[in-house]
């Protein structure tokens, strides 16, 4: 008879027994996370058997750590401690389990390996957090910690209360003739002539003003904006920034670029190390592009100036956007613009006044006494486009025929001003950058009969479904 053993060529040395012993602990821990997801599948286990839930606080207590080269694991054989106790406490009920078992040998092995004693101080299976009351995030988790544990105090799903609370955000942006994106990202094209606020609630007010892009049209655009920070027990007084065409200032009204105590470390992009304050600014371009950021309430704030105009965009915590009273309901990004000012049907915009007639007003309307400016186009650049035209010119920033994409043919088309193109490129990255759900990022409308700029695009869309389906033809 020929010789019992192994099929498999280095199978004996992978058998050996001093390998066996070396990563027989890693073995039996892999056992225990990979199968205790599916405990109950494959074998007959007491519903009251929670080894799933030791091994979870496990993972939870020493994924962060990082084990010293001298053999002192001080916090790693308390986290040991902590698994091996929460083993004992469910030994009855997970009798005959072999992912419990797996992990209480698993567990022995690694004491010995690390040279951890059996008695000793144990971790907490609920860390504290360190919490910092000017930072929204570190004060919205320690309360939503806080109230899961309260409430679940005789529960059983007791053990998810020191999950992750990810609180819901809202974007809101400005840009163009003008275009806003609500909250409810409702796209619409407004007139909004003079002040109107944009965000007005407990925490913050966003104001804008508007002016008429040419004589006579309906149209107008953003030369103004207005942002006051209100105060914050504890974490900041009232700021008030303020930005106005040619004006893109780099700081608050009184000349502060910050405000509070240092609230939490960042890495910037050099590598080093810092603090940021509850409230502060970040100049992108001198005088083209500032960041505001309030950590204390989790708002970021973006201002641009594109050409002649502003363009704004915000991103808000839910709850705090919708804290406000009766007096404060007219804002426009949480209910969009009355129905008066629409200048959109549905999202859908129209075609503005021919080309003939607006190269006649963008004759009056060039201004030699503009400066040139460190911009895509100067101010004084103005020319008469046809849709064709405004298409192609539209197509070289924004590839996408989204709603930013058919915004700015209609800025070229009411007002000529080759800058309205980077204003809505600028806008959609913005928005890329702030809006919190990737899946309502692209608005697109498929209808054909409501707008005459879509109904241009039909044409693109036949031939291209042609193609596809000549092509799948010519593959099968």
Known sequence: MGRAGCCCRGAERLASPSLVRRFRPLLLLIIALCYGAHIGQCQVASPQCRIQKCTTDFVSLTSHLTLPEDGRFIEFCKALRSYSACTQRTAKSCRGNLVFHSAVLGISDLMIQRNCSRDGPTSSTRPEVHHEPCNYHSRTQHAHTHSHVHSHTHSHTHDQGHSHYRPGYLFCGLFGDPHLRTFKDSFQTCKVEGAW???????????????????????????????????????????????????????????????????????????????????????????????????????????????????????IPEELAKAYDATQDLQLCLNGCPSGERIDQAGHLSLPLSPRALGLQLQQLRRPSYSSQIQAYPYGTSQVFDVDGAMDHCREELVVQDIYFYSCVFDLLTTGDANFTVAAYSAREDMESLHPHRDGWRIIHRDSDTSTLHSDCQPIKGLTLLLLCALSVVLM
């Not at 309906?218 to 105060?231: G, L, V, Y």
């Not at 304050?277 to 960041?291: C, D, F, K, N, Y």
């Open 197 to 315: 606020p944009l965000i007005d609630n407990d925490y913050l007010s966003v104001q804008v003003t508007n002016v008429p892009v040419l004589p006579g049209s309906s149209a107008t655009a953003t030369n103004k904006i207005t942002i006051i920070f209100k105060p914050y027990e504890g974490c900041t007084d009232q700021r008030v920034y303020q930005a106005v065409t040619d004006n893109l200032p780099a700081a608050f009204d009184d000349g502060t670029v910050s405000s509070g105590d240092p609230i939490h470390t960042f890495a910037g992009a050099d590598g080093a190390a810092g603090k940021v304050r509850a409230l502060w600014i970040s100049e992108r371009t001198p005088g083209q592009h500032v960041e505001l950021h309030a950590g204390y309430i989790g708002v970021t704030i973006i201002v641009r100036q594109l050409g002649r105009y502003l363009t704004l965009a915000v991103r």
